[in-house]
């Protein structure tokens, strides 16, 4: 009979619980706190060899995906050679709570989780490939700034409406690099007409040297008639120019990073494969396609589609009982969001005029058939991520023939 020890840790930020099974129905002792540092590993070797020592057979770990407290714990046990299975927290949490009794400690949660080993037939993780790794937590980083970044244009939006509310159609777009230096240099419509257009011209001129002098003319003409009919003059305290001063600089550093960041991205999509097969499918750019592949990673994770389609939160619930059958089901929303983001967006832009023809066939015949908008949308998701899945396993172009 073959003994398969298992190890089972709670991991938390700093240190993590750790529990030693020796077989099935067989805890080792009691449970002991592993500390995220070198001693600590090294201790945590020491048992791992002793528990391979004491039954001839290489122990594996389990314990579940916790945010980045877990990286620490992943990256030594691939270094020292031993597999571990990374669960989904949602189904670690189901096995914490399998006991009838109202019991949470650390020390409990690893002997759920040990238990559970035993109970279930699980995959070893696989260690993702070093390029994905960087090219998730760049788009990542991306999606977080991004937050960041719309939600100060909102708070930009309300400062701007109490000190200067008719700046806000002088240039067409808010946000540029020149409209927000220009706005640094005149924040008020006092501050617009206490100098001559044509010093404001020379300003725009200069914060704007692709554009020609004309079109810096007229903007400045622009700017002083938004200064003039400007209901606010000489009504505002220092604190709101101060605010709005301020959100200007956040603005011109989101923007910088965020340029930084997609040039990242684009830079090591491009040592990808995979990112350029997925760019193959009309509607889905360099940005789109490398979050997509940076939150799939390795295809080879999934031995069928419909997995695929799970590890994005895409598939349907099922909810049946008795001879009841529910026929209005949404979709778990289980897997990665940044992932079905990503792909809601791709849907979009393949639904264009100039997207995908097979996908605007797709979606059409959904409408038909009596779907709603939304629902053959996640169908065009669920079916993109087939064609995802295809031209990966494949390692050929998409053809979009409708």
Known sequence: MIVQPVIAFDVAKGVSKAQVFLDRGRPQGKSFDVRHTAEGFTALHQRLQEV???????????????GHYHAMLSYFLETKGYGYVLLNPIVAHQAKGTSLRKVKTDAQDAYRLGELFYKETFELHQPREAATLNLRTLTRQHEAVTRLYVQTKLQFQTVLDQVFPAYRGVFGTLYSQVSLKVLLDFPTADAVLAVPEAALADRIALHGPSRSARWAREKAHALVAAAQCDPFQKAR??????????????????????TALEKQIGALAEMIPACQQVQTIPGIGKKIAATIIAEIGEIDRFSHPKKLAAFAGGDPRVFASGKFTATFNKITKR????????????VLCGLRK?????????????????????????????????WIYAILKRQEAFIDVA
């Open 52 to 66: 391979e020592t004491l039954t001839g057979t290489r122990p594996v770990a389990i314990f579940e995906s916790t």
């Open 237 to 258: 305290v220092p604190s709101q120019l101060f605010v709005l001063t301020m959100y200007v600089d956040l603005l011109t550093t989101y923007h910088e990073h965020l």
């Open 335 to 346: 897997g990665s969001s940044t992932l079905r983001h990503a792909l809601f967006m791709a």
């Open 354 to 386: 100039t997207g995908s023809q097979r996908l605007k066939a797709f979606y059409d015949q959904k409408r038909q058939d009596g779907k709603a908008h939304k629902v053959a949308v996640i169908a065009c998701i669920n079916k993109l991520l087939h």
